[in-house]
């Protein structure tokens, strides 16, 4: 792995640790904090891909899994203090969640983009953040919250995130941690189309400067 790696890796690791603390604080009534920075990994993910190809985003997307991973669980074993109680930073189940959820929507979308890299330069990094943002959503909601998977973490009392409340305060009744995967696969939905504004500027400076040197 070249050096030219380090800072996809840097920037891959420190999004999904603040990422893995900030999904635990709410943000409004239906989203969390982690929803608008968890974004950024899919943006290092396609730069990466388009400027090093598909092997340098596939080691990187596995070097930021790696240290994620160990990143997460050293939160695990950190307490925080509020409101009378003492609370982990970031709970195993988020941190199992967001290890299943990042390995398998950041690999579908360095397969994504690799197939769709020829055409129009908006078409990879969108159509695989789309896709990819869907899959992370849905594996890491239901993994860190959902009741019936209670057994992976016993300790953890997620009852606040299976309270039944309609969808997004008006739709059918479902438990809140849905209401929450929905709101966040959205704000990812939107967050993927505005990345397209700093992705072609970092690509196109980025060729600029190889033609230069």
Same mark, same amino acid.
């Given at each position: ?14 999004? %999904? ?6 999904? &635990? ?5 239906? !989203? ?7 974004? %950024? ?20 997307? !596995? ?13 695990? &074993? ?27 929507? &950041? ?68 438990? !809140?941690? %849905?209401? !929450? ?33």
């Amino acid at each position: 792995m070249t050096r030219s790696y380090l800072p996809g890796i840097l920037a891959m690791a420190a999004t %999904v640790l603040a990422s893995n603390i900030l999904v &635990q604080i709410l943000f409004g009534q239906w !989203l969390t904090w982690g929803a608008f920075t968890y974004p %950024v990994a899919f943006l290092v993910t396609d730069l990466m891909n388009r400027l090093y190809g598909v092997r340098a985003a596939r080691k990187v997307v !596995l070097a930021g899994f790696v240290t994620g991973v160990i990143c997460s669980l050293i939160g695990t &074993q950190v307490m925080l203090q509020g409101d009378g109680y003492s609370y982990p930073a970031v709970t195993l189940r988020v941190a199992i969640g967001s290890g299943a959820a990042f390995l398998a929507a &950041q690999l579908m979308d360095v397969s994504i983009f690799d197939k769709l890299r020829d055409g129009a330069w908006w078409r990879a990094p969108l159509a695989s953040t789309l896709v990819g943002s869907s899959l992370d959503t849905a594996i890491f909601f239901s993994v860190a919250f959902a009741g019936s998977l209670s057994f992976l973490e016993p300790g953890n009392d997620v009852s606040w995130a299976n309270e039944m409340l309609p969808l997004l305060g008006a739709g059918p009744i479902v438990p !809140l941690w %849905v209401s !929450l995967g929905l709101a966040d696969w959205m704000v990812k939905l939107s967050l993927a189309i505005l990345a397209l504004v700093p992705f072609r500027m970092i690509v196109s400076k980025a060729l600029s400067s190889r033609a230069i040197a």
